[in-house]
């Protein structure tokens, strides 16, 4: 399990520093200059993160090693799929918040207690880490049988903006408040009410449930698919 | 000849689809479209030029890497290199052909929507704009194409570093003032549009073979040669990577850190030109259902006029009653007293900008406000004291007011002067009505009188203005100039600073200098100006308000486009040469609230209240 982690980590790392220098740096040339009050400029780097994060880790584990050629060569070692698929995701995972801490830290130095305490900083940066996680969830289940990154790329995407476009559905449709639950968005906007408007809000402990067995599911859904890549390799060698 | 002509052939027979295509968006489309405005009994017209404008260089883009990766990839290469032909010579005829194939499907369509409609629709860039500069930016791009091509010899990579250099080739000129001139936005407002020769400007030249007469100066021609000189560098590059057979290993890698180093820069860069870099000497919290709405102070004391908001579904929302609070000011601290709810049972629209203020008397303030509900209404003064133990008095009525209008006050020793739009339904008459405030807190009523014409009419429009005073008995010229400007409650109005009137208009802060000054009126002359930033134009940044003091311009703006205000300031002690020197952004419910103090610090109001230092460029 440890090579397998090492060579992950190996391979993608390059992503790790590549989102944690885009994500910091956005966010401390913004607090520094003071374009825009801080709260806007954090908002920004959170839809940056969201946006980037889940793409960049799910795209480059499964989907790029089938289009380098290399994943029947992994499937062939004497290792379960799901050890592989175990060991891709933490990295993915990594990929997903890695980058996010790394613009909290940086928020904080640059402009924490300022205009906003460090709790709301906090605050604000963890609901975007369970949005990016439970997206890359998402994405890594729908691109696991991609040929290629590129097509992985677009499918993620697509992913992205059915539940941007589902969200705003929750969001205006009374009747659908309690779907909130389901939506990687629920962490960012779904939690939280208008006084003015009240709706109904799902109790952030139920939709972590929902969420914890949704990603439980489409993980144990993709490593089925990886297994039956498996199978297929072997059936025609 | 025949081998120059066999490989222009080769290369039109393999590019021609993206002509066909090109054309058929740029020019199939609005031509779809006019056929239809035509059915539907309108008036038959191609609109191209949204088309062109909007997707030219990504197909330059396209057509550059397509050009270059088509014959430089594996055994196709080397059969190209086995002929015996330069590999310079092959790769100019592809440059060109290519070139041609991008300029004839960006082209033609604008040339057709010139012949065809007859008349001009207002477009934000038409036709006759975009013809004599677009080519050189579109030759630009596709050249940027060419020569990722031929060094990575990869389409898809080639095209993200390309798309990547095309975006900082639209946007850098724009974030970055030294390299404006290489904007295309910057040489197209530049350039006139007349329609007859004896219209054109003297300064002004022709371009002969455009239908509608597009005028020119000759710095804009800096902008060609920029262009022309990516151009050759690009070009030069290609060759130069394809003679020494030079490529760059590219990958995934390489595409996301060029789309993100881009990105990069041109952040980077525009907050460099939009950074806060006003020192924050205090800051005082106030409560989260507040915002300021205005501030006075002389240094020492003075009053804080709130808002009280209430978060709504687009953010916040005034809901109540204003309010105010006594200040306290010291070297580097601000002490607010407790908020008293402003007089009045409706919160009614007031000029909170001009509102009357003194110095000796620094916690009252007094405003005229109009009030009412379903087209009637009246004009109020209200009198604010900040000071718990002497209250101002009620607020006192003036004149039935049924429309709104712009309402301005000024104070001068132990007179207030207040202006507005008397309408009571049958007709309408501004007003000016003159109140004793030797007792400041119990203003008394002088009289009410028709105004008699005065004011300055817009300053900004035209190079010379002339100011004509109220008829105000006992005030020597210097005073009525000052009463004359700052009575104008109107949104934007200008501000004045010794001899120098300031202002602000939707593309330019302007500076007046006095030429003349007698007992009835003063004349000004345009001297400054500065043009509004490409990048405030872009994101429909508005100014609002502009207060001077010892040299210094604070100019109140809201940035439409991420809902942000902002203060900037200018630094007028050369006139003829207005620049900015200050930036200032934190939250706020709508446009910041600035006063500045006598030593050069100031006050900006928003969510909190700051006390800031001068500009750090300011000696």
Known sequence: ???????????????????????????????????????????????????????????????????????????????????????????????????LVAAAVVSLLAAGGREMSDGAVIDLYVRTAATTVSLFVWMLAATIRMPGEARAALLSLGVLIFWVLASMGFAVAPGFARLWALSPFFFTFGSVSDPREPRVVVPVAVALAVQGAIAAGLWWWASGQLARNTASAEGRS | MRQLASLAWKEWHESRWLLVVALGVFLGLPLAGGLEAALARQKFAVLASPWVFSLGGILAVFVGVDAACRDLRGRLEDFWRSRPMGTAQWLLVKYFVGLAVVLVACILPLVVELRVNSTCYAMPYPAELLLPWCPFLWAALYSLGFAAGSLLRRGAHAAMLALSAMLLVYFLPVVLPPIKWMGLAWVIEGSENVWSIAETPAHFHRIPWLPRGVGFQFYQLSFVGGMLGICVASLALAVGAVRRNLRIESGVKLTYWSVGTAMLILFASAAFQLATNLPILHTLDLPPEEDVIMVRSDGGRGVLFTRHIEPGPYGYRPDAADGYRALTLSDRRIEAGPLIAAPGPERGYWSRARAAWQ????????????????????????????????????????????????????????????????????????????????????????????????????????????????????????????????????????????????????????????????????????????AQSMLDKISGTTASDCTAAGGLVYVSTWNRAINTPRVTVFDIRDPKRPHPVGHFAVPGEGPLAVWPLPDGRALIGGRKLYLVGPPPRVD
């Open chain 1, 1 to 99: 399990m440890s090579s397998l982690l090492w060579k992950e980590w190996h391979e993608q790392r390059w992503k790790l520093g590549f989102g944690c220098l885009i994500l910091a740096a956005f966010a401390l040339v913004g607090l520094r200059s003071r374009v825009v009050a801080d709260e806007t400029l954090l908002e920004w780097v959170s839809f940056l993160g969201i946006v980037l994060l889940p793409v960049l880790a799910s795209t480059g584990l499964v989907p790029a090693e089938r289009d380098e050629g290399s994943l029947e060569a992994l499937l062939a070692l004497p290792v379960a799929p799901s050890r592989i698929l175990i060991a891709k995701t933490l990295i993915g995972l990594l990929l997903s918040f890695g980058p």
């Open chain 2, 359 to 530: 110095p000796d008397h620094p916690d009252v303030v007094h405003f005229v406000r109009r009030v009412g509900r379903d087209q009637k209404g009246y004009c109020e003064l209200v009198t604010a004291s900040a000071d718990p133990a002497a209250p101002g008095s009620s607020a006192l009525p003036l004149w039935r007011a049924d429309e709104p209008s712009p309402l301005g006050q000024f104070a001068w020793k132990d007179r207030l002067y207040a202006i507005g739009l008397r309408s009571d339904g049958a007709s309408d008459r501004q007003m000016m009505a003159t109140l004793d405030i030797s007792d400041t807190r119990r203003p008394k009523v002088v009289s009410i009188e028709p105004r008699p014409y005065w004011g300055s009419g817009a300053f900004g429009r035209h190079d010379m203005q002339t100011v004509d005073f109220p008829p105000i008995a006992g005030m020597s010229p210097r005073e009525l100039l000052r009463a004359a400007i700052g009575i104008d409650g109107s949104n934007r109005a200008p501000c004045i600073d010794g001899d120098v009137v300031c202002g602000v208009n939707e593309a330019e802060f302007f500076t007046y200098r006095l030429k003349q000054l007698d007992e009835h009126h003063a004349v000004f002359e345009k001297v400054g100006q500065y």
